[in-house]
């Protein structure tokens, strides 16, 4: 039996510990390993896991180094040929591991599984039925708030939500883990962004289902600011120059609006931070080249074979 590792990166995040893990440690699957990344929390989480879940390996960091650093120091001290991040805010269906092992020996060239993941206190409604990356350069929740009524089906699909995505571990051993630069937001399409530019696919899987506290653990000015700067940090990193040529229009017609509905709304601390952070991420376009060209360097994917998996933007 494959060895499965889930890392659950946590922040002051207590109060959502127990039903996450508990609903881990009733999987049917068997081979897991359970890894708590902690960031620094002062809530008393660490000696909650230690003293009620001490099967769990806990990874004490020593300060906040946001989703993606808690999420690579978790997958550093994973063991598992499936390494899989969970969100602390969720609880997961007895077979989901079941099924995420199951789509992985179905799908040789799937690097990366995506769950359905249901609203924690509506759980006929979507948060996301795996990821979509649209032609205007940004990012969505296939499905977010609709009805499940199973219209979403198993197959492929852009990426996987950093909430409850999978990863086999031979893909990260050949694309890297996630960018520490994004520090929260984004982190997820940016890995899929690699994982597809060498020829790993995405696939969505119905049957692995994830309840998340929709933004039980995020949001405000914090998303603001990182959506706004990470946007751009995806783009520029793994756009191929032909894609970008074909839908620059596009790209710049969206980031010119959302910078101006942020204008509109400047008086409001979120539009502020979307601001703040297009701005950084301009800043920042240096540094992201020379990330670029190491990425560009080692695709293998025509642009065909990406535009493929683009959604068409309305309008």
Same mark, same amino acid.
């Given at each position: 039996?494959? /060895? ?122 979507? !948060? ?44 990260? *051993?050949?694309?890297?883990? /996630?960018?520490? *630069?994004? %520090? %929260? ?10 994982? !597809? /530019? ?14 998340? !506290? ?7 000015? =914090? ?22 040529? #074909? ?28 601001? #703040?952070?297009? /701005? ?10 020379? #990330? ?6 080692? #695709? =293998? ?15």
């Amino acid at each position: 039996m494959t /060895l499965i590792s889930v890392v659950i990166p946590n922040w002051n995040g207590k109060k959502f510990l127990a039903p996450c893990l508990d609903s881990l440690l009733a999987q049917t699957w068997s081979d897991v390993e359970i890894i708590i990344a902690d960031n620094a929390s002062s809530d008393g989480s660490q000696a909650f896991i230690e003293q009620d879940y001490p099967t769990v390996k806990l990874v004490a960091l020593d300060d906040n180094y946001g989703f993606t650093g808690a999420c690579n120091a978790g997958m550093e001290a994973a063991t598992g040929d499936i390494v899989v991040l969970l969100n602390n805010d969720t609880e997961v269906e007895p077979s989901w591991l079941s099924e995420v092992a199951a789509a992985f020996e179905r799908y040789p060239d799937a690097g990366i599984v995506a769950s359905k993941m249901l609203l924690f206190d509506q759980r006929d409604t979507f !948060h996301t039925a795996g990821d979509i990356f649209h032609t205007n350069g940004t990012p969505g929740n296939r499905g977010v708030w609709q009805k499940d009524e199973g219209q979403y089906v198993e197959g492929p699909v852009f990426s996987a939500c950093g909430g409850s995505s999978a990863y086999r571990k031979t893909m990260l *051993d050949q694309i890297g883990l /996630l960018d520490n *630069d994004f %520090f %929260f937001s984004c982190e997820d399409v940016d890995i899929a962004w690699r994982a !597809h /530019l060498q020829g790993w696919e995405t696939i969505y899987v119905p049957s692995a289902v994830v309840y998340h !506290h929709l933004k039980a653990t995020g949001g405000g000015t =914090t998303a603001s600011f990182y959506d706004g700067r990470n946007f751009i940090y995806v783009l520029v990193k793994n756009l191929p120059s032909g894609l970008w040529r #074909k839908y620059r229009g596009q790209i710049l017609a969206k980031q010119w609006a959302i910078a101006t509905d942020a204008l509109k709304a400047w008086r409001g601390a979120a539009a502020r931070a979307t601001l #703040k952070g297009q /701005l950084t991420g301009l800043m920042h376009l240096p540094r992201l080249l020379k #990330k670029r060209r190491a990425i560009q360097a080692a #695709k =293998t994917a025509t642009d065909a074979e990406i535009d493929q998996l683009l959604t068409v933007s309305e309008g």
